[in-house]
């Protein structure tokens, strides 16, 4: 039956606008539709936040705050959580996001690995820390090895086989016969993908986003940047945290996609929003998805 429109990650959509609809025809890849845009973060702004918060006992990181904006913004706008397979729509039975991060923060040569997390749309900003947190945990150190660690480390082990491996999933995946568990752990079937440049010395950057999975928007945070602003009549230098953004613009409408990121800078500029769950949730139609919390 999957191969008619059921997916374990998604659900299909066929009430969509023509003019979307037809656009993975004519460009039937995702790096053909790529789409870069670039945002400032006021940083200032999160840094007494997160300040703030510390008085409160509660830590909070800029990475934190940004995904929790994220996943409040899909809760107002599902349409920006789709994907696009076999030329056909999909809506995310989930709002997951994926990051690398190092193993031992203090030695690079320690390695790195990929972590995929699941969020709630009703999560707060302290949810959403929580989750990242315990994920994070679960994937330092060397000894820890991830499902994604093992089968990269297994693969490899054998020439040839990566190849075989990897075109045996793209034609699984192609007609939605992937069994669930499995793209559950694979970090390239994600809604968001985020890199945090930054914390290795980088700068911001646009990242692409692979054709392998179903990963539709790429963030690249960056080292921080000084710009002139004009600030009560006055001209005076100010810090901002740059993010290059990498969307699949067949996901979804210019229109959308204005609103969603309309929402998100706004979530960002009044990060206490998040602190408490939204009012409601929109979902696509018979996409309706939950993500237990944490207990502590």
């Known amino acids: 039956m999957r191969v008619f429109g059921f997916r374990p990650d998604g659900r299909r959509i066929k009430n969509i606008d023509p003019i979307v609809q037809i656009t993975p025809y004519l460009m039937p890849m995702r790096c053909d539709a790529q789409v870069f845009l670039q945002h400032s973060v ?24 940004i995904i929790a904006a994220y996943v409040r913004t899909v809760s107002q706008h599902p349409e920006v959580n789709r994907f696009i397979m076999n030329k056909q729509y999909y809506s995310r039975k989930n709002c997951t996001v994926a990051f690398t991060m ?47 660690d093992k089968l990269a480390a297994g693969v490899l082990a054998i020439p040839g086989l990566p190849t075989v491996i990897v075109a045996l999933v793209r034609l699984l995946d192609r007609y939605g016969l992937c069994p669930g568990a499995f793209l559950d752990e694979l970090p390239f079937y994600t809604g968001m993908f985020i890199t945090n440049n930054a914390s290795i010395g980088l700068h911001h950057v646009n990242h692409h986003i692979y054709n392998f999975g179903n990963t539709s928007l790429f963030f690249g945070m960056g080292l921080l940047e000084r710009k002139a602003v004009m600030d009560h009549g006055s001209i005076r230098m100010k810090r901002f945290l740059p993010i290059g953004i990498t969307a699949d613009e067949r996901v979804c409408s210019g229109a959308h996609y204005a609103g969603f990121f309309a929402d998100m800078e706004h979530f960002l500029e009044h990060p206490e929003e998040l602190e408490t769950p939204p009012e409601s949730v929109r979902y696509d139609e018979n996409a309706e998805y939950h993500e237990p919390k944490l207990v502590h």
């Open 42 to 65: 006021d940083y200032e702004l999160l840094t007494r936040y997160i300040a703030a918060q510390m008085q409160k006992d509660e830590k909070v990181t800029f990475m934190q705050v």
């Open 102 to 148: 190092l193993k031992d923060p203090q030695d690079p040569d320690c390695g790195e690995t990929v972590v995929k997390i699941k969020f709630d749309p009703t999560d707060t900003i302290y949810d959403v820390r929580d989750r990242m947190n315990a994920a994070v945990e679960k994937g330092r150190g060397v000894e820890n090895k991830t499902f994604v």
